[in-house]
């Protein structure tokens, strides 16, 4: 089950029904469970557990000592075969830790592509990310937080359980996230109040005038407008109707009143 173009290590132990794929790279004193994938083109740098029943996409890289799939630190776990997924491209620090799901969570952590895990980050059991997202050195996600793309997630930050932190959020370092932050926003402190739209990001991505002219009319009925959330949620769903980008935020807020946290505000 392992690919003859692979190099591995004498001193890396790769069990029986392992499964790796052409040309990956596994340096020294790696461990390798039986119920591990590894795709094309993947390096592990050295000393990295990967357990469970872990699926690890094509090209990504793995530094030192990380662990990943490994049980989750949820009392409730008893052993079930959850499972830890992440795809193409993604860059993993070292001594990052990933935990596998829970039955009651839905059974997988996920992590989508081209991501960036910096040094001593945490990944808890159940949750999810988006692709593209960066998460700095020391940040923490306690379990089945949601994270989508584009999010930079600052480092020292920790984010409760449950939370969903929208795409395109920017959350600076040494925050503690108690609820949910829409798409768009900036975040800071302890708790996490918003700061405004992460508006260069926006530009980054190639947002044209007319959609971040619309996105801070969204924020502005929001946070300025004194409307509660409801009639919040009714005025920028109609403006939601004529933006793509607008919608992302509308069905965030409509997709909050079913939230374990609630919003910040």
Same mark, same amino acid.
């Given at each position: 089950?392992?690919?003859?173009?692979?190099?591995?290590?004498?001193?890396?132990?790769? +069990?029986?029904?392992?499964?790796?794929?052409?040309?990956?790279?596994?340096?020294?004193?790696?461990?390798?469970?039986?119920?591990?994938?590894?795709?094309?083109?993947?390096?592990?740098?050295?000393?990295?557990?990967?357990?469970?029943?872990?699926?690890?996409?094509?090209?990504?890289?793995?530094?030192?000592?990380?662990?990943?799939? +490994?049980?989750?630190?949820?009392?409730?776990?008893?052993?079930?075969?959850?499972?830890?997924?992440?795809?193409?491209?993604?860059?993993?620090? +070292?001594?990052?830790?990933?935990?596998?799901?829970?039955?009651?969570?839905?059974?997988?952590?996920?992590?989508?592509?081209?991501?960036?895990?910096?040094?001593?980050?945490?990944?808890?059991?159940?949750?999810?990310?988006?692709?593209?997202?960066?998460?700095?050195?020391?940040?923490?996600?306690?379990?089945?937080?949601?994270?989508?793309?584009?999010?930079?997630?600052?480092?020292?930050?920790?984010?409760?359980?449950?939370?969903?932190?929208?795409?395109?959020?920017?959350?600076?370092?040494?925050?503690?996230?108690?609820?949910?932050?829409?798409?768009?926003?900036?975040?800071?402190?302890?708790?996490?109040?918003?700061?405004?739209?992460?508006?260069?990001?926006?530009?980054?991505?190639?947002?044209?005038?007319?959609?971040?002219?619309?996105?801070?009319?969204?924020?502005?009925?929001?946070?300025?407008?004194?409307?509660?959330?409801?009639?919040?949620?009714?005025?920028?769903?109609?403006?939601?109707?004529?933006?793509?980008?607008?919608?992302?935020?509308?069905?965030?807020?409509?997709?909050?009143?079913?939230?374990?946290?609630?919003?910040?505000?």
């Amino acid at each position: 089950m392992i690919d003859n173009t692979t190099y591995i290590h004498p001193s890396s132990i790769i +069990e029986n029904k392992a499964i790796v794929g052409r040309n990956v790279r596994i340096g020294p004193f790696c461990y390798i469970g039986a119920n591990v994938k590894i795709g094309d083109n993947t390096e592990l740098k050295s000393h990295i557990v990967i357990n469970g029943y872990t699926k690890i996409g094509c090209d990504n890289i793995i530094f030192q000592f990380a662990s990943i799939g +490994e049980i989750n630190q949820d009392l409730k776990y008893n052993g079930e075969p959850t499972r830890f997924e992440i795809g193409n491209r993604n860059c993993i620090r +070292e001594n990052v830790t990933i935990h596998r799901g829970t039955s009651q969570g839905g059974g997988v952590t996920k992590i989508g592509d081209d991501n960036l895990l910096m040094v001593n980050v945490h990944i808890a059991h159940d949750c999810t990310i988006g692709n593209n997202c960066i998460i700095a050195n020391n940040g923490t996600l306690g379990g089945h937080v949601t994270i989508g793309d584009y999010a930079i997630i600052g480092g020292m930050t920790a984010i409760h359980q449950f939370c969903k932190i929208g795409a395109h959020v920017m959350v600076g370092g040494c925050s503690g996230v108690v609820q949910d932050i829409p798409p768009y926003i900036i975040a800071q402190g302890n708790h996490a109040t918003p700061f405004g739209l992460n508006l260069e990001g926006l530009k980054r991505r190639g947002f044209n005038k007319e959609s971040l002219y619309a996105i801070r009319n969204a924020y502005k009925i929001l946070y300025s407008s004194g409307k509660s959330l409801k009639e919040a949620r009714e005025a920028i769903s109609e403006i939601a109707k004529t933006n793509a980008h607008v919608k992302i935020f509308s069905d965030f807020l409509k997709d909050s009143s079913k939230s374990k946290r609630g919003i910040i505000r």
